[in-house]
């Protein structure tokens, strides 16, 4: 009797650990530890909170506008430091473009900009220019509407002026291409830090 009770007893150790081992194989916790690791921030995905450092000034993720035209996708960020504003250009071609801009109000732009402009006594020419579709998240400012036309320009030394109509409203930002090694990551919170719209 003894003998029986021993069996099963072990059978059911047995078992156990069994069942223990199949566990642990169906969740192995490098993956436990995979999923609670924070996602690695590159220009390409940067969220809300998130910190970009430009010449040792942090500016914050509040907001990001996705431009789709012809299955071709670029993205604009909208950085901010106290009541400072930039905007991060993100666009992938052959190779990645980086623009760092800044709005202005000093130019009157017609509907439809000439070619060649003339801005703060330097010279620019219409290097592209479209019609996009539109998707954003957080602060985007009057940049609200479904689609945009978008003319680009550059100048010499790599500077670069930007004039977009938002459904009649022309916003123009200008401002220097950039190198990745320009700018630093941070993770952030996940959420605006300065709330705005």
């Known amino acids: 009797m003894f003998g029986i009770t021993l069996l099963i007893i072990i059978a059911l150790i047995a078992v156990g650990v069994y069942l223990f081992l199949r566990q642990r194989q169906e969740s192995p916790s490098s993956d436990r530890e995979e999923n609670n690791a924070p996602e690695h921030r590159t220009i390409f995905n940067l969220q809300l909170g998130d910190i970009v450092e430009h010449y040792g000034r942090d500016w914050i993720v509040e907001g990001k506008l996705i431009y789709e035209e012809d299955g071709f996708t670029w993205i604009e960020y909208l950085l901010q430091d106290q009541q400072e504003i930039r ?111």
């Open 87 to 197: 905007w991060l250009s993100v666009e992938e071609d052959d190779h990645v473009e980086l623009s760092w801009l800044q709005s202005t109000r000093s130019l009157d732009i017609p509907r439809n900009p000439p070619n060649p402009m003339t801005f703060e006594g330097e010279t620019y020419h219409c290097v592209d220019s479209g019609v996009a579709n539109m998707k954003r998240e957080g602060a985007t400012l009057n940049r609200q509407a479904e689609q945009c036309r978008y003319f680009d320009y550059e100048g010499d030394d790599g500077k670069v002026l930007s004039v977009e109509d938002w459904n009649g409203e022309i916003e123009v930002a200008y401002g220097q291409t950039i190198s990745s090694g320009d700018i630093s990551i941070f993770l952030g919170e996940g959420e605006s830090v300065y709330g705005q719209n």
